[in-house]
């Protein structure tokens, strides 16, 4: 009887160990100067829009800091674009991005194909007349 006592309260033990809650796979968040530490990688980049630069074929949004300076750049395809509603709307708005981080010619970015890889968590400044 003291086997199957023992047997049970290590089996539980096994089990509670086994199932950490913490453990839930979401990609870790970093910042966009951290992002060429995690090529490769899932991850959620967070950061401000600071440029917008759409064309007929791609949509870039750079974070942090407009292009050349800017440390992380999101790419839209415009096989996407329509699913991001209007994205001029994002300049100056904090947002997270999920995705793989990848080098693209020695640049930070990722390319986002679904809206819900991009999550605005502050909006951007309201502008009044005349800017």
């Given amino acids: 009887m003291r086997i199957y006592f023992w047997g049970f309260v290590v089996a539980m033990l096994a089990l509670s160990l086994s199932a950490d809650p913490t453990d839930n796979n979401l990609p870790a968040k970093i910042g966009t100067y951290d992002v060429t530490n995690y090529y ?3 991850m959620i980049v967070t950061g401000i829009i600071a440029q917008i630069s759409i064309s007929p074929k791609i949509a870039l949004l750079n974070m942090d800091k407009p292009y050349p300076g800017s440390p992380f750049t999101l790419v839209i395809f415009s096989s996407s674009t329509n699913q991001f509603g209007n994205l001029k709307s994002l300049k100056g708005a904090s947002v ?3 995705g793989t981080i990848t080098n693209y010619h020695d ?3 990722m390319v986002l194909k679904e809206a819900s890889q991009l999550k605005v968590t502050g909006n951007a400044p309201a502008k009044t007349p005349g800017q």
Avoid: K, L, N, Q
């Fill in 107 to 109: 640049r930070a970015e």
């Fill in 96 to 98: 997270e991005a999920t």
């Fill in 40 to 42: 490769g990688r899932e």
